[in-house]
């Protein structure tokens, strides 16, 4: 099968080839899925499980990507849940060999139905921005009606998936980013918005939840924000400055069925729409995913018509 993979940790994206790679078996509880449309995030070249397995051995030449939609097209000893010939959509494992790929052997239960009426591109670009909006704001930040989001990154792929989860809530959301993205994030669902460079952040006031993609200074002067028995929520690793009378969390999304149905839902409602700046195929997927200039949205890699 053709595949993307990586060998060195330095080159980043930069180092992504195009190959021949042996066609997955499934594991026990695994099934194999013909990859439709697969996702991406350019942070995964920085995360350790690309390059090691849980002992810390290395596991190169490893293939990316961990979002995808497809069809199931074999089941491993003693899967349950999904049959052969099903539309599926979920989130690989970190460890295991990913999506960028032409299929790939995945745990059944880190997938979900995928509905005939939502295309394949659509699905592949909902489980990790889809699933750490849900769990951040939910579990998490235990976002209630009524309360304020400092949604920061308001325009991007995670971003907005916040915004429209977060109002659909009950919340007022107020969404951050560059002055570029204003229109954006207020089209998204954002009550107001804050750029970054040319506003005062510290004049939104107090906020219940800050869900935070950018660290460092951004990171402690919204800290500072939190009223007493708030949240701050962090997806960019260890929190570096903590709320005074607050909660602070980081957390890795995590594979999720059920929260991925209620997201499927959504979307297919018409409350919820998916943020996709550009659509490749896998043979040009090394050039795709090395860009040249800022994507404002998800990068779907499309692997079979």
């Known amino acids: 099968m053709k595949a993307i993979v990586v060998t060195d940790q330095s080159a980043g994206t930069a180092g992504m080839t195009l190959v ?3 066609e997955p078996e499934p594991a026990i509880n695994d099934v194999v899925v013909q990859i439709h449309a697969s996702g991406f995030v350019p942070t995964e070249m920085e995360w350790p499980s690309t390059w090691t397995d849980r002992a810390g051995r290395d596991r190169t030449p490893s293939i990316p990507g961990h979002e ?7 089941l491993g000893y003693g899967t349950t849940g999904l049959s052969v010939g099903q539309r599926v959509f979920g989130l690989a494992d970190w460890h295991r060999d990913g999506t960028l790929a032409e299929y790939v052997a995945i745990e059944a239960r880190n997938l979900a139905p995928l509905p005939g009426d939502v295309d394949f591109t659509t699905g592949a670009s909902l489980p990790i921005s ?3 909006a849900w769990q951040g704001l939910f579990q998490h930040g235990r976002l209630q009606a009524g309360q304020t989001v400092l949604a920061h990154g308001a325009a991007g792929a995670v971003g907005t998936m ?3 989860l977060a109002r659909e809530a009950g919340a007022y959301v107020i969404g951050t980013g560059r002055a570029t993205d204003r229109k954006k994030a207020l089209d998204f669902g954002a009550h ?3 750029d970054l460079k040319n506003d005062t952040l510290e004049d939104v006031g107090s906020v219940d939840l800050v869900f935070d993609v950018i660290g460092g200074d ?20 260890p929190v570096e400055a903590r709320p005074a009378a607050g909660l602070a969390v ?3 999304v995590e594979a999720d069925r059920a929260e991925l149905g209620e997201i499927m839902h959504r979307v297919r409602d018409g409350r919820l729409r998916t943020n996709i700046d550009i659509v490749s195929p896998l043979d040009d997927a090394v050039t795709a995913l090395n860009p040249t200039e800022r994507r404002k949205g998800k990068t779907i890699i499309r692997v079979h018509p």
């Not at 995808?68 to 074999?74: D, H, K, R, S």
Request: glycine share 12%; aromatic share 4%.
């Open 68 to 74: 995808l939609a497809g069809v199931v097209t074999a």
């Open 20 to 22: 021949e790679r042996p």
């Open 130 to 132: 889809g699933l750490t």
């Open 192 to 194: 107001e918005f804050i």
């Open 250 to 252: 980081d957390f890795v």
């Open 218 to 237: 951004i990171q402690k002067r919204s800290a500072a924000l939190i009223k007493t028995g708030g949240t701050l929520v962090s997806i960019v690793g």
């Open 162 to 164: 916040v915004t429209q």
